[in-house]
């Protein structure tokens, strides 16, 4: 063979070398494509989600986020953390083109568009000092709460931003058994069947208490294992505690009529019935200390509801876990800046199509995307 055929051939091999290692290279990206091993469902995340922010808007800290009926995306987010730095348009004289502080209340489109934002003081209602946790409800409504220090309140809202109802005042907590007061709430959720309406009462106290969602009038309340909370301060990152403790930071009602709470700095979710009748337990990365493993959970859009979605801003990953024995077969995300990577994941939430969407605080300060792909 002649030396010139020897070079095409040489050539020729690094070149299907180099596509392989290409090929394999994508297919092993832990940061795209994550799941459960082949044996439960795979996500990647969308770079392009949301499409950016009209107006010269910038997000704070986004402590909130919930889909509707309609497959949109609300966000609630702190316009208060953003910091000099970042809103150097609104300076005098202006620092920099960029930014302005979008409103704490944004809807967002399938595709990562804006469809309205609202929010913050107004007449009748006493907006929080510090936003935490967003939900919509069948009807539309948009429930909106704050873990402040002197946020003891929740709001009710229409779809377009008109004020319905306050339960709660700011101020001070009365503790964890007063019927009229919250402490700090950080999350709700409402049975359309009872119109009940039913809180993670929170950051200072430490229960699930249960509102009418029409009138705000008391219905019952309970901490864990279905016990009367105890305000006590008790050891925290312990699986076993007797009470929940701070923050007691979600509420979510699968479709078989079961309530599950997270009890983020225990490590652990604790399931109920909407009696407050205590079910089961489940442990995650019970090793986890600090601020804990379970910050926001939902189930997958399946009929049966099979996986759990749970945030954990600890460790910065979506843990998916099969909710009938409470097993992880799977994650996603790890610390860090990039696209698919987590800063204090906070709340999740999913469509009707399975795509999942995250939300960050601390310096994270943005929404991710991520879309089935098995």
């Given at each position: 063979?002649?030396?010139?055929?020897?070079?095409?051939?040489?050539?020729?091999?690094?070149?299907?070398?180099?596509?392989?290692?290409m090929?394999?290279?994508?297919?092993?990206?832990?940061?795209?494509?994550?799941?459960?091993?082949?044996?439960?469902?795979?996500?990647?995340?969308?770079?392009?989600?949301?499409?950016?922010?009209?107006?010269?808007?910038?997000?704070?800290?986004v402590?909130?986020?919930?889909?509707?009926?309609?497959?949109?995306?609300?966000?609630?987010?702190?316009?208060?953390?953003?910091?000099?730095?970042?809103?150097?348009?609104?300076?005098t004289?202006?620092?920099?083109?960029?930014?302005?502080?979008a409103?704490?209340?944004?809807?967002?489109?399938?595709?990562?568009?804006?469809?309205?934002?609202?929010?913050?003081?107004?007449q009748?209602?006493?907006w929080?000092?510090?936003?935490?946790g967003?939900?919509?409800?069948?009807?539309?409504?948009?429930?909106?709460?704050?873990?402040?220090?002197?946020?003891?309140?929740?709001?009710?809202?229409?779809?377009?931003?008109?004020?319905?109802?306050?339960?709660?005042?700011?101020?001070?907590s009365?503790?964890?058994?007063?019927?009229?007061?919250?402490?700090r709430?950080a999350?709700?959720?409402?049975?359309?069947?009872?119109?009940?309406?039913?809180?993670?009462?929170?950051?200072?106290?430490?229960?699930?208490?249960?509102?009418?969602?029409?009138?705000?009038?008391?219905?019952?309340h309970?901490?864990a294992?279905?016990?009367?909370?105890?305000?006590?301060?008790?050891?925290?990152?312990?699986?076993?505690?007797?009470?929940?403790?701070?923050?007691?930071?979600?509420?979510r009602?699968?479709?078989?009529?079961?309530?599950?709470v997270?009890d983020?700095?225990?490590?652990?979710?604790q399931?109920?019935?909407?009696?407050?009748?205590?079910?089961?337990?489940?442990?995650?990365?019970?090793?986890?200390?600090?601020?804990?493993?379970?910050?926001?959970?939902v189930?997958?859009e399946?009929?049966?509801?099979?996986y759990?979605?749970?945030?954990?801003?600890?460790?910065?990953?979506?843990?998916?876990?099969?909710?009938?024995?409470g097993?992880?077969?799977?994650?996603f995300?790890?610390?860090?800046?990039?696209?698919?990577?987590?800063h204090w994941v906070?709340?999740?939430?999913?469509?009707?199509?399975g795509?999942?969407?995250?939300?960050?605080?601390d310096?994270g300060?943005?929404?991710?995307?991520?879309?089935?792909?098995?």
């Amino acid at each position: 063979m002649s030396p010139m055929h020897l070079h095409k051939n040489g050539i020729v091999i690094m070149l299907l070398m180099l596509c392989l290692v290409m090929l394999g290279s994508c297919a092993q990206s832990p940061q795209r494509i994550e799941g459960a091993e082949g044996s439960g469902p795979r996500y990647a995340v969308d770079p392009y989600w949301p499409k950016p922010l009209p107006h010269n808007w910038i997000l704070g800290q986004v402590a909130g986020i919930a889909t509707d009926s309609k497959n949109h995306i609300w966000i609630i987010h702190r316009p208060r953390t953003v910091t000099e730095d970042e809103r150097g348009a609104t300076l005098t004289p202006p620092r920099f083109k960029c930014c302005v502080p979008a409103p704490p209340v944004i809807e967002f489109d399938q595709q990562g568009n804006v469809v309205q934002a609202w929010g913050g003081s107004g007449q009748g209602y006493d907006w929080p000092k510090n936003e935490h946790g967003i939900y919509v409800d069948p009807a539309g409504n948009v429930w909106l709460g704050g873990n402040d220090t002197t946020d003891h309140q929740l709001l009710k809202f229409n779809h377009d931003g008109q004020f319905l109802l306050q339960i709660g005042h700011p101020g001070n907590s009365e503790g964890s058994n007063s019927t009229s007061q919250l402490g700090r709430p950080a999350h709700m959720e409402l049975d359309p069947l009872t119109n009940e309406l039913f809180v993670a009462d929170g950051y200072q106290n430490k229960r699930v208490i249960v509102f009418d969602a029409s009138t705000g009038a008391y219905k019952r309340h309970w901490g864990a294992f279905g016990n009367r909370p105890d305000d006590t301060e008790m050891p925290v990152n312990n699986p076993q505690s007797t009470q929940f403790g701070n923050p007691v930071h979600c509420v979510r009602q699968s479709r078989d009529g079961l309530l599950y709470v997270c009890d983020r700095i225990n490590n652990r979710i604790q399931v109920f019935r909407k009696s407050g009748e205590f079910v089961q337990q489940i442990v995650l990365e019970a090793q986890t200390l600090g601020t804990g493993s379970v910050w926001d959970l939902v189930f997958s859009e399946d009929a049966e509801q099979r996986y759990l979605y749970i945030a954990d801003g600890s460790n910065n990953e979506v843990h998916i876990i099969e909710r009938a024995h409470g097993q992880t077969i799977g994650s996603f995300g790890r610390a860090g800046r990039n696209a698919g990577d987590f800063h204090w994941v906070h709340n999740i939430a999913i469509d009707s199509q399975g795509a999942l969407y995250t939300a960050e605080v601390d310096t994270g300060k943005r929404i991710q995307r991520f879309v089935k792909v098995h």
